[in-house]
Nanobody
Framework: QVQLVESGGGLVQAGGSLRLSCVVS????????VGWFRQAPGKEREFVVA????????YYADSVKGRFTISRDNAKNTVYLQMNSLKPEDTAVYYC?????????????????WGQGTQVTVSS
């Protein structure tokens, strides 16, 4: 059974930083494509970033390019999301997602496994 457990959310002032972590279990972590999505109240789930295991290709949403960075530690079965220069509009529940697909994908429908979400709140 695949499980994803996120941590690292919280309250931060605009301009600050947070690092989210997601531990993935259930199969060989190095063969997971992983992604981060977010959902603000009353809005659709939104793509943030994804990394494909087969090619290492990474896609970022335009809204976070240059501010957010995804990384993975295969030895720890963990994917990270470093978020810098946070803005109030980044406020949302952030979800970690994983799938056995080879290539990164930007649609949440391409991911079979999800974490429970972690709240990120950015105050102005």
């Amino acid at each position: 059974q695949v499980q994803l457990v996120e941590s690292g959310g919280g309250l931060v002032q605009a301009g600050g930083s947070l690092r989210l972590s997601c531990v993935v279990s259930g199969r060989t972590f190095s063969t997971y494509t992983v992604g981060w999505f977010r959902q603000a109240p009353g809005k659709e789930r939104e793509f943030v970033v994804a990394n494909g295991w087969a090619t290492g290709t990474t896609y970022y949403a335009d809204s976070v390019k240059g501010r957010f960075t995804i990384s993975r530690d295969n030895a720890k079965n963990t994917v990270y999301l470093q978020m810098n220069s946070l803005k109030p509009e980044d406020t949302a529940v952030y979800y970690c997602a994983a799938d056995g697909r080879r290539m990164a994908a930007t649609s949440y429908t391409n991911y079979a496994y999800w974490g429970q979400g972690t709240q990120v709140t950015v105050s102005s």
